[in-house]
């Protein structure tokens, strides 16, 4: 009876050891980089709401208006954003575990924050043109400023990882943060 008692004391610490071994992400701490994060812990955790935070409001909504481009994707109907969205967010995750395995991980790691002037950079401002929202401009008088965030992307699994230099661009709005509206369907995927 002792042998067994001490061979599942064995195999719970041996398990314990494995799951609590995991690789941490390091989490975004400077507050103009917030926005990324909050997109992360979307993909990640699949939750829409909070990878919707990551984006102006008025171009989220604009997107959600878009009922053309989403609402009968796929040979599926979707009766709602969020139901739609919730699959991408999905089939994002599953190309993850495709290229990397199980428990996946991702980061980034903020090297340089650094003002930029919208007139240096038009294609994003002045002559953004949406390719997802027919009619949606982008208002450049609400745009407080903007920032160009570089570092580290990492996403990792169990069976591989990869590293890989991003730059994202971020708005400020009304007092709060945000990814650029042309993020909105291509981060992290």
Not at 37 to 63: C, E, H, M, W
């Amino acid at each position: 009876m002792r042998k067994i008692n001490t061979l599942i004391f064995l195999i719970l610490c041996f398990s314990f050891m494995l799951t609590s071994c995991g690789r941490e992400a390091v989490r975004i701490t400077r507050e103009e980089a917030m926005p990324i994060q909050n997109a992360i812990d979307g993909v990640l955790g699949k939750d829409t709401a909070l990878y919707r935070s990551a984006f102006p409001i008025d171009y989220d909504t604009a997107v959600e208006g878009e009922e053309a481009m989403w609402k009968y994707e796929n040979s599926t109907v979707y009766t709602d954003f969020n139901g739609y969205l919730n699959e991408m967010l999905i089939g994002a995750l599953e190309a993850d575990r495709v290229n990397y395995g199980k428990n996946i991980g991702m980061e980034f790691i903020v090297e340089s924050v650094t003002e930029i002037d919208p007139e240096e950079y038009p294609s994003y401002f002045k002559s953004y043109d949406d390719i997802y929202v027919y009619y949606y401009t982008l208002d450049i008088s609400s745009v407080e400023k903007a920032v160009k965030i570089t570092g580290k992307l990492n996403i990792w699994g169990d069976k591989d990882e990869e590293s890989s230099a991003a730059e994202f661009i971020v708005l400020y709005i009304n007092g709060v943060w945000y990814l650029h509206p042309m993020y909105y369907y291509t981060t992290f995927y």
